[in-house]
């Protein structure tokens, strides 16, 4: 598609169940970012992908959170035993090479998570 | 843990004037981004300053960054109601792939 596409747009879940949230980047960027935006907050990083890598997932909070990118383009951000704390925006960017340092960032809409 | 910090937090203008916020960062820098988000959206990238250059121009946008300062300004200039939306800084943080952001100015251009 012509920008990054995340899917779903809006998430209610229960405390405890399972989440999953898909990425489709820009056809053609090498790099994928998952940023997770509270309200009235700037993006906090989650994880950056170089390929099918994880090139740095410092940012994930903790072991439920976990990202796969395994054919190098769509990307799940997958969240075990959700938790209220965990509602926020999650958004997707990705760019054209990645690497260091940093450039322009292609976001998509976010996913809306709400743990009831 | 954020390392810019918008100023002001919101700020609110007639149209036609210029509009212009500040951000401050902590650490050392390659590059600081600025972006726009309208409410309920995704962010766009506005403009991208090097750490090696003092300002900027991109349309409407002007943007200047003094690193002995560790500060950027964007200004807008001529506002349009469709400015309205809250911007924010980036900030590369110097040596890994994480941007880190402030938490935005939230503009608003009265017509």
Known sequence: GAGVSQTPSNKVTEKGKYVELRCDP????????????????????????????????????????FAVRPEGSVSTLKIQRTERGDSAVYLCASSLRGGTPTGELFFGEGSRLTVL | SQQGEEDPQALSIQEGENATMNCSYKTSINNLQWYRQNSGRGLVHLILIRSNEREKHSGRLR??????KKSSSLLITASRAADTASYFCATDGG??????????TKLIIKP
């Open chain 2, 63 to 68: 943007v200047t960054l003094d690193t002995s």
């Open chain 1, 26 to 65: 820009i056809s053609g960027h090498t790099a994928l970012y998952w940023y997770r935006q509270s309200l009235g907050q700037g993006p906090e990083f989650l994880i950056y992908f170089q390929g099918t890598g994880a090139a740095d997932d410092s940012g994930l909070p903790n072991d439920r959170f």
């Open chain 2, 95 to 104: 040596s890994n792939y994480q941007l880190i952001w402030g938490a935005g």
